[in-house]
């Protein structure tokens, strides 16, 4: 058990800012003998998971481990990766979050989670809301070209509010904002008194399509917390997104 506590140990040593190692430095950094260090290093090399560098002085990581990786990341779904991420953005901004899909022509939350704010927001998991008339479907919609949204929509919108565009031009102009932007929001659209902001994000691999988004009471919003709430739904699109190259 101690040889493999070790290992894992060693493992550990390797950082983003550290892709190789030496003996020097394993024993530096973990406190054990060299002649220990040395044969644990061999050994792993030997199984695969440490590749020699620096003329036989260091070591990095084998092909092994980037297999073992490239194994984990495909595992880690975009939809098990957008839920931690909004669940994320709930707890840091009080309000609820969604990640959402699109259904036809309908937007459906297929995940949230509650804020920490006394009064929240937002639709029931499993209900519909036109993809054109919400945040979220419209964070998703500005991913296509107008031609591409004309054949999804018929080029009809549903008027679901008098908050919705209210023609097929309206919203192609609300598209060309989200896209100009990055980001979608509405008000009174999914409830009266009820705001949301949104992005989309995608899997390259996979082609699968979310909106994260969070919800919120207008009256409790104001300027800055607009403006956090935005930054924070940006960052965790950026991660998302690399994380899915």
Do not use: W
Not at 107 to 116: E, K, Y
Not at 182 to 189: K, L, Y
Request: charged share 20%; with cysteine.
């Amino acid at each position: 058990m101690a040889s493999l506590e070790h290992t894992a140990n060693i493992l550990r040593c390797f950082t983003t800012g550290r892709s190789e190692l030496t003996v020097t430095e394993a024993a530096r950094l973990l406190v054990l003998p060299k002649s220990t260090l040395s044969r644990l290093l061999m050994a792993m090399r030997h199984a695969g998971l440490l590749d020699v560098v620096g003329g036989g002085r260091g070591y990095r990581l084998g092909v092994l481990m980037h297999e073992l990786g490239e194994a984990v990341r495909q595992t880690q779904t975009l939809s098990a990766r957008a839920s931690a991420a909004v669940r994320r953005l709930s707890d840091s901004l009080g309000h609820t979050g969604y990640v959402s899909a699109l259904v036809g022509t309908d937007m459906v939350g297929l995940v949230h989670h509650i804020g920490h704010n006394p009064l929240q927001v937002g639709v029931p998991l499993g209900g519909r809301l036109p993809v054109d008339a919400c945040a979220t479907g419209r964070s998703l919609l500005a991913e296509l070209s107008d031609e591409e949204v004309h054949s999804l929509l018929d080029s009809q919108v549903s008027m679901a509010s008098p908050q919705s565009p209210q023609s097929f031009d309206e919203l192609l102009q609300r598209l060309a904002q989200v896209r100009k932007d990055g980001f979608a929001e509405s008000a009174n659209e999914a409830g009266k008194g009820v705001g949301a902001l949104a992005v989309a994000v995608q899997d390259s691999h996979t082609g699968q399509q979310l909106s994260i988004c969070v919800t919120f009471p207008i009256s409790t919003m104001d300027k800055r917390e607009r403006s956090k709430a935005i930054e924070l739904l940006k960052q965790e699109q950026k991660t998302l997104m690399r994380n899915a190259e």
